[in-house]
């Protein structure tokens, strides 16, 4: 009686974790192509919590960023001097021809993203990401 | 060479040294390995029967980083030589007459689509390759052997692609340049020969990494066996001196006249200049002076008298209200006849806010 009742506790178990996995949020998956140093999209629109995959193309012979953050984030960047640096979480460099993604997951704060190589914010590299 | 040039030459030599010159023009595009130096370059091409002659003068900018600059051609050279030393200053000197003092004033003197490297040279510390490419592999090879290529230089790589896929890439080598005892604002003629038949001159590539509101200032000499006509078309003097203040005009003729015949001595005279006709020559001076943002075309040169300048040559709409594009652009038996002489030298000012970003 007692392995019978150890057993239905386990599948009970099993089946609940299962539930959970199947309710999480998804991934949602966001492509982005830069032509002529400009992004395909200007603004996003993403929901508390949410985790964006963010799959970056560049199609341009010159190397470009993909930074998501804070004013502060692209400001720090701005005035940074790193031409190349590892891949974190929303911030990444693509260079010339590739596709490079990254997986960033939102507070409840409103974001920016951008392109912080000499020149490429300034000449229209960036957007704005609203989350609510 | 006969005394008297040899003393013109001097004498523009030291006058080039001591006279601070009217800035000239940056003639590339394309600057150092991520670097932000300034550069400047001076830039000037010459067509003959078909035959262009471009005539560049690199300026030297430091001791230390490397740069360059890109050009746009419109045709793959059959070679690439040291230019004259002498041939901007005096088309200068005939357009822009200045105070007696100051009479010589001027310049020191791996992807799908790869860009193909179609000439290599080296010009005295200057490291020359043309290439053959479309805008993206030519933008590549640029980034793959150390050039910065400002954000705007995708789009207008592309520009120039669209109608002649040949590029030159040039750069100071700092060791050669250190061991040649080159000095900042030291400048390196460079003569490329160009077989076309269908000249153009590059104008938006001076814009290029510059500020929409920058100001580009330059000039462009022409020199034709008859009276040429361009597109755009440029403004007269007086009719640029009535726009409301603040407003650039773009082009403006300044000049249009017979060559003299000191003028085309004194060219003829320089080293690589000989192919010149000595008489019979119309010159045109026409200044650029526009926003950056606004200088989206280059100059089309119809010098065949049929005053029919093709609008894909200016880099325009071919459907647009310019003036159409005739079949005589592409018939070289034309342009053979009528034994045609561009010169084009590009001088004057480019301005620009470079801060975190290259200036050429």
Request: contains cysteine; glycine residues 10%.
């Amino acid at each position: 009686m007692v392995r019978r009742v150890l057993a239905l506790s386990v599948v009970a178990v099993a089946a609940a974790a299962c539930s959970r996995a199947t309710a999480a949020p998804a991934v949602r998956t966001v492509p982005i192509r830069i032509h002529y140093s400009a992004f395909s999209l200007s603004h996003l629109d993403v929901v508390p919590g949410q985790t964006v995959r963010f799959v970056v193309t560049n199609t341009d012979p010159i190397a470009h960023e993909f930074i998501v953050g804070d004013e502060a984030v692209q400001v720090a960047h701005e005035l940074g001097t790193e031409a190349y640096h590892p891949p974190r979480p929303g911030e990444i460099t693509i260079r010339a021809g590739e596709t490079v993604a990254t997986t960033y997951t939102f507070g409840d704060q409103n974001l920016l993203f951008g392109c912080h190589l000499p020149g490429h914010y300034a000449y229209g590299m960036r957007g704005t990401i609203s989350v609510s | 060479m006969r005394p008297l040039r040899l003393a013109f030459a001097i004498f523009v030599g030291i006058l080039t040294i001591v006279v601070a010159a009217p800035a000239w023009a940056c003639g590339g595009l394309v600057n150092s390995n991520g670097s932000v130096t300034l550069v400047r370059t001076t830039t000037m091409a010459a067509y003959h029967q078909g035959v262009e002659h471009y005539v560049t003068s690199f300026e030297f900018a430091g001791g230390k980083g490397e740069f360059g600059s890109i050009i746009p051609l419109p045709g793959v050279p059959t070679k690439v030589i040291r230019g004259g030393d002498w041939t901007l200053q005096r088309l200068v000197q005939e357009t822009q007459p200045q105070p007696e003092a100051f009479a010589l004033a001027a310049t020191g003197a791996a992807a799908a689509e790869d860009a193909k490297v179609i000439l290599k040279t080296e010009i005295d510390a200057l490291d020359i390759v043309v290439l053959e490419g479309g805008g993206t592999a030519v933008g590549r090879w640029a980034s793959e052997h150390g050039f910065f290529l400002p954000p705007d230089a995708p789009e207008v790589l592309d520009f120039y692609a669209d109608r002649s896929p040949i590029f030159m890439a040039v750069r100071f080598d700092a060791t050669r340049a250190a061991e040649q005892g080159l000095a900042d604002g030291d400048g390196t003629p460079v003569h490329v020969v160009i077989p076309t038949t269908n000249p153009w001159v590059p104008l938006r590539i001076l814009g290029l990494g510059a500020a929409a509101d920058a100001p580009v200032e330059a000039g462009v000499y022409l020199l034709t066996d008859v009276r040429p006509a361009t597109l755009p078309s440029p403004l007269s003097p007086g009719a640029a001196s009535a726009l409301p203040e603040g407003v650039r005009p773009g082009l403006v003729l300044e000049a249009s006249q017979p060559a003299s015949p000191s003028l085309l001595a004194d060219l003829r005279s320089d080293k690589g200049m000989s192919w010149l006709p000595s008489s019979n020559m119309w010159l045109s001076y026409l200044r650029v002076d526009a926003r950056a943002g606004d200088l989206d075309y280059d100059l089309a040169v119809d010098a065949s008298g049929a005053g029919r300048p093709a609008p894909v040559a200016a880099g325009l709409d071919p459907e647009g209200s310019a003036p159409a594009a005739g079949a005589s652009w592409f018939v070289p038996a034309l342009w053979a006849s009528l034994a045609l002489v561009v010169l084009l030298g590009v001088a004057g000012a480019l301005e620009r806010r470079r801060v975190g970003r290259p200036a050429i």
